[in-house]
């Protein structure tokens, strides 16, 4: 009935008022119900995992070429299983008690210090680079955000922070603090200055720089460190002093075109690998009366590999310190290892396991091993060959970016005529075979470690 009708009844005005607001406060029956805020996780995904995480050849699926590294697919469905509760591969962080995401704790969550270059609280630990690698850093809200999420509990349904911290475009620049030089006596630091990388380029180059020591000098640790985005930092030897790049000189491996500098790319052959690592930050310590001997005067080939996949002009920056001890305190000189098979063909669109042996024409003690492969690597074996331990296995990696360096505690006691045998497993999702070669496009498959002979 309309007001009208009301009044023509007769009705007194107290109870006209009455049956009017009644009627006015009834929903229709056919009026939509408001729409359920959109889950705290599920914006997570909308704006975070899926546009930045879940890409083509990071966290989309099982067939990216680096799924066997990380072993985390991001993708929508799915993300929320393979995060909260979830044991992370990184063998430090693992071993740290660390979760993908562990609910009420974004400190032990490795998707928080994966997320946010703040978070540095790793102690040395080798947690890999934080993501994404090469691109655009989240935003201080979009972190925040994500923090709030695991601090309540990480729950799957449920609005539990703010979403307009999600339309925070605001990110804090990271104010990249090098290594300390060591204090004069203790030891030398070297460094790649810091340069440009271009938007949508990798980076990689070479720099030949004298380590500063007048006297042969012992090392028992190191340390490196490099700024955000990079893929590796390697401090390499020469097989042959006769032909050196020259001094301080800038080696780029391509051309601005991304050609290969074919000169660059020469020089390389010539490489002995003595320290290095994948991971942003490293503190590496040789066993208890061991050493490296660097030679009165020795210059080493600095290589430092960024990955810029944004649309703005990024820094690039490392630097390695070189701890030493008195000779007095040495007894075995160590060595470095460097056996690569360069023998690689990988078919197009195929798996393949690539195997080579290398043994020993003399006793050696083995005190290290870590590996190097390019992405499409997805296991990496080391066995012994020969001897009473043939066959047995002594390392394993399944992340290209950031494999395990292991130490022996037992040093591996290997004869004349054993050795190691490299196992790997590559897998091509390339429509083009991939052999042996320099850049990222192709592959490597290399032991490095630490030995010395009695």
């Given at each position: 009935?309309?007001?009208?009708?009301?009044?023509?009844?007769?009705?007194?005005?107290?109870?006209?008022?009455?049956?009017?607001?009644?009627?006015?406060?009834?929903?229709?029956?056919?009026?939509?119900?408001?729409?359920?805020?959109?889950?705290?996780?599920?914006?997570?995904?909308?704006?975070?995992?899926?546009?930045?995480?879940?890409?083509?050849?990071?966290?989309?699926?099982?067939?990216?070429?680096?799924?066997?590294?990380?072993?985390?697919?991001?993708?929508?469905?799915?993300?929320?299983?393979?995060?909260?509760?979830?044991?992370?591969?990184?063998?430090?962080?693992?071993?740290d008690g660390l979760k993908r995401v562990k609910a009420f704790a974004s400190l032990e969550s490795?998707?928080?210090?994966?997320?946010?270059?703040?978070?540095?609280?790793?102690?040395?630990?080798?947690?890999?680079?934080?993501?994404?690698?090469g691109g655009v850093l989240l935003s201080d809200g979009q972190v925040e955000f994500v923090r709030?999420?695991?601090?309540?509990?990480?729950?799957?349904?449920?609005?539990?922070?703010?979403?307009?911290?999600?339309?925070?475009?605001?990110?804090?620049?990271?104010?990249?603090?090098?290594?300390?030089?060591?204090?004069?006596?203790?030891?030398?630091?070297?460094?790649?200055?810091?340069?440009?990388?271009?938007?949508?380029?990798?980076?990689?180059?070479?720099?030949?720089?004298?380590?500063?020591?007048?006297?042969?000098?012992?090392?028992?640790?190191?340390?490196?460190?490099?700024?955000?985005?990079?893929?590796?930092?390697?401090?390499?030897?020469?097989?042959?002093?006769?032909?050196?790049?020259?001094?301080?000189?800038?080696?780029?491996?391509?051309?601005?075109?991304?050609?290969?500098?074919?000169?660059?790319?020469?020089?390389?052959?010539?490489?002995?690998?003595?320290?290095?690592?994948?991971?942003?930050?490293?503190?590496?310590?040789?066993?208890?009366?061991?050493?490296?001997?660097?030679?009165?005067?020795?210059?080493?080939?600095?290589?430092?590999?960024?990955?810029?996949?944004?649309?703005?002009?990024?820094?690039?920056?490392?630097?390695?310190?070189?701890?030493?001890?008195?000779k007095s305190k040495v007894k075995q000189i160590v060595q470095t290892l460097d056996l690569s098979?360069?023998?690689?063909?990988?078919?197009?669109?195929?798996?393949?396991?690539?195997?080579?042996?290398?043994?020993?024409?003399?006793?050696?003690?083995?005190?290290?091993?870590?590996?190097?492969?390019?992405?499409?690597?997805?296991?990496?074996?080391?066995?012994?060959?020969?001897?009473?331990?043939?066959?047995?296995?002594?390392?394993?990696?399944?992340?290209?970016?950031?494999?395990?360096?292991?130490?022996?505690?037992?040093?591996?006691?290997?004869?004349?005529?054993?050795?190691?045998?490299?196992?790997?497993?590559?897998?091509?999702?390339?429509?083009?075979?991939?052999?042996?070669?320099?850049?990222?496009?192709?592959?490597?498959?290399?032991?490095?470690?630490?030995?010395?002979?009695?």
């Amino acid at each position: 009935m309309n007001f009208l009708t009301y009044t023509r009844l007769g009705l007194p005005i107290g109870v006209l008022a009455l049956l009017l607001h009644t009627t006015s406060c009834t929903k229709s029956s056919t009026e939509p119900e408001a729409p359920a805020a959109t889950s705290s996780f599920d914006l997570i995904q909308q704006k975070i995992l899926t546009p930045t995480c879940a890409t083509s050849g990071c966290h989309l699926s099982e067939k990216d070429a680096t799924f066997f590294q990380h072993g985390l697919v991001l993708a929508d469905g799915v993300a929320y299983q393979n995060l909260v509760g979830v044991d992370p591969k990184n063998s430090d962080a693992k071993a740290d008690g660390l979760k993908r995401v562990k609910a009420f704790a974004s400190l032990e969550s490795l998707l928080y210090h994966k997320l946010t270059t703040t978070a540095s609280h790793h102690s040395g630990k080798q947690y890999g680079n934080p993501m994404p690698l090469g691109g655009v850093l989240l935003s201080d809200g979009q972190v925040e955000f994500v923090r709030r999420w695991i601090d309540a509990g990480a729950p799957k349904t449920g609005t539990i922070a703010e979403a307009t911290l999600l339309d925070d475009k605001t990110v804090t620049p990271t104010v990249y603090e090098p290594l300390t030089v060591p204090a004069a006596g203790t030891g030398f630091q070297m460094a790649v200055p810091s340069f440009d990388i271009q938007p949508n380029f990798e980076r990689e180059l070479f720099t030949r720089r004298m380590v500063g020591n007048t006297q042969d000098i012992y090392v028992n640790r190191y340390e490196t460190k490099m700024r955000s985005g990079s893929h590796h930092f390697v401090a390499y030897d020469f097989r042959s002093k006769t032909a050196l790049p020259n001094l301080n000189d800038i080696r780029d491996l391509r051309n601005p075109d991304n050609s290969l500098n074919i000169l660059t790319a020469l020089t390389m052959s010539n490489h002995v690998y003595l320290a290095g690592s994948q991971a942003q930050y490293q503190d590496y310590v040789f066993p208890e009366g061991a050493a490296l001997l660097i030679p009165a005067g020795t210059s080493l080939d600095l290589n430092s590999h960024f990955v810029n996949k944004t649309t703005t002009v990024m820094k690039g920056e490392a630097q390695i310190n070189l701890y030493t001890v008195d000779k007095s305190k040495v007894k075995q000189i160590v060595q470095t290892l460097d056996l690569s098979n360069t023998n690689l063909t990988i078919p197009a669109n195929k798996r393949v396991t690539l195997t080579k042996s290398f043994t020993f024409n003399k006793p050696r003690k083995i005190l290290t091993l870590t590996s190097h492969m390019h992405k499409l690597g997805e296991k990496f074996v080391i066995k012994i060959v020969g001897g009473a331990r043939n066959g047995e296995v002594v390392y394993t990696s399944t992340d290209w970016e950031h494999p395990d360096i292991v130490t022996f505690k037992t040093p591996i006691e290997l004869q004349k005529g054993e050795g190691l045998i490299s196992e790997i497993t590559y897998n091509n999702t390339t429509g083009k075979a991939v052999s042996f070669g320099l850049t990222s496009e192709d592959e490597m498959g290399i032991i490095f470690g630490y030995y010395y002979e009695e």
